[in-house]
T-cell receptor, first 114, second 109 residues
Framework: DAGVIQSPRHEVTEMGQEVTLRCKPI?????LFWYRQTMMRGLELLIY????????DSGMPEDRFSAKMPNASFSTLKIQPSEPRDSAVYFC????????????FGPGTRLTVT | GQSLEQPSEVTAVEGAIVQINCTYQ??????LSWYQQHDGGAPTFLSY????GLEETGRFSSFLSRSDSYGYLLLQELQMKDSASYFC??????????FGPGTRLSVLP
């Protein structure tokens, strides 16, 4: 298996622009997670899907952030409009089961908003 | 809510044994996980404790004591490649996941 796939790997955009991050989970995994990592705030869970349904989105910072999972093999995280404070590495992870302890992380997307 | 505490940095020499502690405050959880992250890389799963006691996986072991709200990761026969950040994490009954701040381990020759 190719593992969790994320695109793009790097994104540089200007403040106010829309950013879309993409994730393909490992085939057969039914839980998908979006995380954000910064030096200041560490690794934060943004949103968590199980069987394509959002279970917990309490970590989504504000209305500028939205996430979708239209099917079992694809998810997007969208930021509109983007702000410099959104600059971070965004990780997608997947796992088997609702409360699986073993999450497989993608390589991450490094987002820079200028 | 949940909060986890870890030492920010730990330094040890090759071949030594090092213990990375994790204390937590949470109303309840399924278990305690540990992840490793090298600079510029993604977190990778190391171990999981659902029950109190020691779990061993090769050179790495992890321990949990729910009564003490405490866990640790034990790394034996340290190698240079073990230099990385280590995170503990708890899952709140599948509702959300919280990672600790991470411990940066430096292994010296």
């Amino acid at each position: 298996d190719a593992g969790v796939i994320q695109s793009p790997r790097h994104e540089v955009t200007e403040m106010g622009q829309e950013v879309t991050l993409r994730c393909k989970p490992i085939s057969g995994h039914n839980s998908l997670f979006w995380y954000r990592q910064t030096m200041m705030r560490g690794l934060e869970l943004l949103i968590y899907f199980n069987n394509n349904v959002p279970i917990d989105d309490s970590g989504m910072p504000e209305d500028r952030f939205s996430a979708k999972m239209p099917n079992a093999s694809f998810s997007t995280l969208k930021i509109q409009p983007s702000e410099p404070r959104d600059s971070a590495v965004y990780f997608c992870a997947s796992s088997e089961g609702l409360a699986s302890n073993e999450q497989y992380f993608g390589p991450g997307t490094r987002l820079t908003v200028t | 809510g949940q909060s986890l505490e870890q030492p920010s940095e730990v330094t040890a020499v090759e071949g030594a044994i090092v213990q990375i502690n994790c204390t937590y405050q949470t109303s309840g959880f399924y278990g305690l996980s540990w992840y490793q992250q090298h600079d510029g890389g993604a977190p990778t799963f190391l171990s999981y404790n659902a029950l109190d006691g020691l779990e061993e996986t090769g050179r790495f072991s992890s321990f949990l004591s729910r009564s003490d709200s405490y866990g640790y990761l034990l790394l034996q026969e340290l190698q240079m490649k073990d230099s990385a950040s280590y995170f503990c994490a708890v899952d709140n009954y599948g509702q959300n996941f919280v990672f600790g701040p991470g411990t940066r381990l430096s292994v010296l020759p």
